[in-house]
């Protein structure tokens, strides 16, 4: 089973930021949360991932508390081509048996 | 250059037909994965391989049956196809081991069952 949770659905106005948000508590230690996206029918893009610290990337920054219990991600301008299902995933098992677990994700629809 | 592709990227077939998916990546990973997303979206791990060598199982039906000639090739065969198979089916690919790393997936093959 998935070990996060996420809303169902959000919007945005395109060209402000979007943040979405993930509850993981009962992430372990050595367990990292990565976001991926799907849009359309596509296959699920990477976005980003962490451990502890807060990450950037060019398309998009992960807030992670630092209980860890927690995570935001942000993509900071969105645009209507970032309207996608965001999947928010913490890396289950470790070395060759871990795997990605995902969730129902969070549709997000960038409105004009 | 497609870094994992997998073919046909639509099947269509009848009850009990005997198909075969493939997928193949050219990134230099070593560790090669199979998903299924149902008719709700719900993305759901099948099989791993780590350098041909069969890794996870999530208790998939033993109709299925992967194959990995070698690391950058990973098959999925599938005996006596049932309605329920019906769903997109995904290959994905990671460098082995470490949990610092992405999967990349492939675009998908539409798998219908009539």
């Known amino acids: 089973d998935a070990k996060t949770t996420q809303p169902p659905s959000m919007d945005c106005a395109e060209g402000r930021a979007a943040n979405l948000p993930c509850n993981h508590s009962?992430?372990?230690?050595?367990?990292?949360v990565y976001w991926y996206r799907q849009i359309h029918s596509q296959g699920p893009q990477y976005i980003i991932h962490?451990?502890?610290n807060n990450e950037t990337n060019e398309m998009a920054s992960l807030i992670i508390t630092e209980d860890r219990k927690s995570s935001t991600l942000i993509l900071p301008h969105a645009t209507l081509r970032d309207t996608a299902v965001y999947y928010c995933?913490?890396?289950?098992?470790?070395?060759?048996?871990?795997?990605?677990?995902f969730g129902q994700g969070t549709t997000l629809q960038v409105k004009p | 250059d497609t870094a994992v592709s997998q073919t046909p990227k639509y099947l269509v077939t009848q009850m009990g037909n005997d198909k075969s998916i493939k997928c193949e990546q050219n990134?230099?990973?070593?560790?090669m994965y199979w998903y299924k997303q149902d008719s709700k979206k719900f993305l759901k791990i099948m099989f791993s391989?780590?350098?041909?060598?069969?890794?996870i199982n999530e208790t998939v039906p033993n109709r299925f049956s992967p194959k990995s000639p070698d690391k950058a090739h990973l098959n999925l065969h599938i005996n006596s196809l049932e309605l329920g198979d019906s769903a997109v089916y995904f290959c994905a690919s990671s460098p082995t081991g470490g949990a610092n790393y992405g999967y990349t997936f492939g675009s998908g093959t539409r798998l219908t069952v009539v």
């Open positions: 391989y780590n350098n041909k060598e069969l890794i």
């Open positions: 990134l230099g990973h070593d560790t």
């Open positions: 962490g451990l502890k």
């Open positions: 009962t992430i372990s230690g050595n367990e990292y």
């Open positions: 995933i913490v890396r289950v098992g470790s070395g060759n048996t871990g795997k990605l677990i």
